[in-house]
């Protein structure tokens, strides 16, 4: 939601006072004071894993009999604003909340997130995977702890990759090259292209050399050479009959085309697995007919982004000291290896992925290859926003007659719009 120019000053101004509480807060509570008192905890996951959270939270509370945690489970699409809207007003928000990896810069900066560092929330960080971590800091402070870390892939469907007699795709070249004997041998299209998310065009963009901004030398890269070969591939995989696309229901129209086998492969995250199985091609007896490997390479390489969550902890909190253990616990090797065996989630610390147990699951097979290829995406406040411009270029390139390179200039014009202080 957009809001007004009062509004926004307003917010600034909260904003500016919620930072100055923080600072002193969280002086005050960095390791002093008693793990005691109400911690409220806004919970963001989906319906299938906040089960899960609630008995964690509720274990905590077993660890420590001071404290009780207030769980609090908040839709995923409604969190954002109405963390905004709690923090802004200075009333109703959470103690610590599940925050989605783009959204900590922005919180951080409007003065809403308490810092960590040196405070007991930040256990080992020596123990966590560098691209998790890093969407945690915003100038040169840490305002989140990785709890969990995702990326995507491509699902393929085994038999009929088999039956065509073709490999799984290494390179979208590659795919292309074999859509029409995959087609021609199993009436499947070779690829479900998702047109209607933005995150989707990374793994184009990436495999082009290229990412949407330079944040070092405030530059905005997205219309480069290797953003028009990004909406460029994209197209010709349409256009040329190795993909199908629709630009407003890609996410269900997707996963279902892939469950009947109507297309051989689909770039997709972790939070499909349980979906995928859910189709005739892959359900009951037929679960191993499902592969997951790294997205295809580009021209220029071969990456997806990186996505997963976080737990943040308000700056202004009335009980920093339990919200920072609790924080702790949330993100604990521990609970990783739980959620991992439980939910099939994928941890952010290296030594949860040593353990035998969490190596053998399932999802940390089909996963840790593309993880270990993911790509840190700009850590700025203004992250989520970058993201409908791309749409737009998406829709216009894929179904409105819009040009790649045509695309990628408007695309940077908005961009630096957004960007005031990028060229």
Same mark, same amino acid.
């Given at each position: 939601m957009r809001r007004g120019i009062g509004a926004t000053a307003v917010a600034a101004a909260l904003a500016l006072a919620a930072t100055a509480c923080s600072a002193s807060g969280a002086e005050d509570g960095a390791g002093s004071g008693k793990v005691e008192g109400t911690v409220t905890f806004w919970d963001t996951s989906n319906d299938a894993e906040k089960g899960v959270y609630k008995k964690i939270a509720e274990d905590f509370e077993k660890r420590h009999p001071k404290v009780d945690v207030e769980y609090v489970h908040v839709n995923f699409g409604d969190a954002n604003q109405k963390f905004k809207n709690a923090a802004g007003g200075n009333s109703g928000a959470p103690d610590v909340m599940r925050t989605e990896v783009a959204w900590v810069a922005d919180f951080a900066r409007l003065g809403y997130l308490a810092p960590l560092d040196g405070?007991?929330? *930040?256990?080992?960080?020596?123990?966590?995977?560098? !691209?998790?971590?890093?969407?945690?800091? =915003? /100038?040169?402070? $840490?305002?989140?702890?990785?709890?969990? $870390?995702?990326? *995507?892939?491509?699902? =393929? #469907?085994?038999?009929?990759?088999?039956?065509?007699?073709?490999?799984? %795709?290494?390179?979208?070249?590659?795919?292309?090259? &074999?859509?029409? /004997?995959?087609?021609?041998?199993?009436? +499947? !299209? +070779?690829? =479900?292209?998702r047109g209607d998310d933005p995150y989707w065009f990374l793994p184009y963009l990436y495999g082009a050399g290229g990412d949407l901004l330079d944040p070092g030398r405030k530059r905005i890269t997205v219309d480069d050479a290797p953003g028009v070969e990004?909406?460029?591939?994209?197209? @010709? *995989?349409? @256009?040329?009959?190795?993909?199908?696309?629709?630009?407003?229901?890609?996410?269900?129209?997707?996963?279902?085309?892939?469950?009947?086998?109507?297309?051989?492969?689909?770039?997709?995250?972790?939070?499909?697995?349980?979906?995928?199985r859910q189709g005739k091609e892959f359900k009951g007896e037929l679960k191993d007919n499902l592969g997951v490997a790294p997205v295809p390479a580009g021209t220029k390489g071969q990456g997806s982004p990186q996505g997963g969550w976080n737990l943040s902890v308000y700056a202004g909190s009335k009980n920093l000291r339990a919200a920072q253990e609790?924080?702790? =616990?949330?993100?604990?090797?521990?609970?990783?290896?739980?959620? !991992?065996?439980?939910?099939?989630?994928?941890?952010?610390? %290296?030594?949860?992925?040593?353990? %035998?147990?969490?190596?053998? #699951?399932?999802?940390?097979?089909?996963?840790?290859?593309?993880?270990?290829?993911?790509?840190?995406?700009?850590?700025? %406040?203004?992250? &989520?926003?970058?993201?409908?411009?791309i749409r737009v270029g998406m829709d216009g390139v894929l179904s409105g007659g819009r040009s790649p390179s045509a695309a990628a200039k408007k695309t940077g014009e908005e961009f630096r719009k957004l960007l005031k202080d990028y060229r």
């Open positions: 405070t007991p929330a *930040l256990e080992d960080t020596g123990d966590q995977l560098k !691209t998790a971590a890093g969407s945690t800091r =915003y /100038k040169g402070k $840490t305002y989140a702890v990785p709890q969990v $870390t995702d990326t *995507l892939a491509l699902f =393929y #469907n085994k038999r009929l990759l088999k039956k065509a007699g073709v490999g799984v %795709p290494g390179s979208f070249a590659e795919l292309k090259k &074999n859509a029409p /004997k995959i087609k021609k041998r199993t009436g +499947a !299209t +070779a690829l =479900y292209l990004a909406f460029r591939t994209m197209k @010709d *995989l349409v @256009d040329s009959g190795a993909a199908v696309t629709d630009s407003s229901d890609g996410q269900a129209g997707g996963l279902r085309a892939f469950q009947e086998g109507k297309v051989a492969t689909i770039v997709d995250g972790p939070w499909d697995i349980a979906g995928a609790f924080a702790k =616990y949330m993100g604990s090797a521990e609970v990783q290896k739980r959620t !991992t065996r439980e939910l099939s989630l994928l941890p952010t610390r %290296p030594s949860v992925y040593a353990d %035998p147990e969490v190596r053998d #699951n399932e999802m940390v097979k089909f996963f840790e290859p593309a993880v270990d290829k993911a790509v840190q995406r700009p850590w700025i %406040p203004e992250g &989520n926003s970058l993201f409908e411009p």
